[in-house]
């Protein structure tokens, strides 16, 4: 008894051998990357979104699709993994009081924003209480800050968020790009 492939017709056989020829030409069809090559400046990129964006500051909008693009522009000061736990970004470390009321944040050092502006306590004592200030209208990314009674900076690489009652949630709300960091230089020219 022969095999099954035997009964095929010769035109079934190229069939085959056609397609799995076709296929194999298209995972090595894409020339490589050289891995000499440098990086060049300028250029445009285009990326297709499924809907439509007039705002670009993730604190001032709640829309995922802004979400999407700032994730690539802008760092927060905590990651979340994907086991949610949260993970050091621009904070390399932090406490928080017993209670949830107090949390102090020590910024990672020699971080410079793309404007050459450095990170310190002052920038993200800016950014926050810009999104607190009504004058901005972040509704959404103010939500995420909580119930604040204070920010402070009390020397350049620690921030101190204080509340009056617990807020647990401030973690998760840092970890997103809505609450993201971003150059007080900038911010202030753009105004």
Do not use: C
């Not at 802004?66 to 736990?85: M, Y």
């Not at 410079?112 to 607190?132: C, E």
Request: net charge neutral; proline share 6%.
């Amino acid at each position: 008894m022969r095999g099954r492939f035997s009964r095929l017709s010769t035109t079934s056989r190229l069939r085959i051998l056609f397609a799995a020829f076709a296929f194999s030409t298209t995972l090595h069809g894409a020339p490589a990357a050289s891995e000499g090559a440098k990086p060049v400046d300028g250029g445009i990129l285009r990326v297709g979104l499924g809907t439509d964006t007039a705002i670009i500051d993730p604190s001032i909008t709640g829309s995922s699709i802004t979400a999407v693009i700032t994730r690539n522009i802008v760092d927060s000061l905590v990651g979340q993994a994907e086991d949610n736990s949260f993970t050091p970004w621009l904070a390399e470390r932090w406490e928080i009081n017993g209670d949830n009321t107090v949390y102090t944040f020590h910024l990672r050092p020699g971080v410079t924003f793309s404007d050459g502006t450095p990170l310190d306590a002052a920038a993200v004592k800016y950014n926050f209480d810009r999104i607190l200030d009504p004058k901005t209208t972040s509704s959404y990314a103010k939500s995420l800050l909580g119930p604040i009674d204070k920010i402070e900076a009390p020397n350049a690489n620690t921030v101190v968020i204080s509340y009056r009652q617990s807020f647990a949630p401030l973690l998760q709300g840092l970890s997103l790009p809505y609450l993201g960091i971003q150059s007080p230089t900038y911010l202030q020219k753009a105004a």
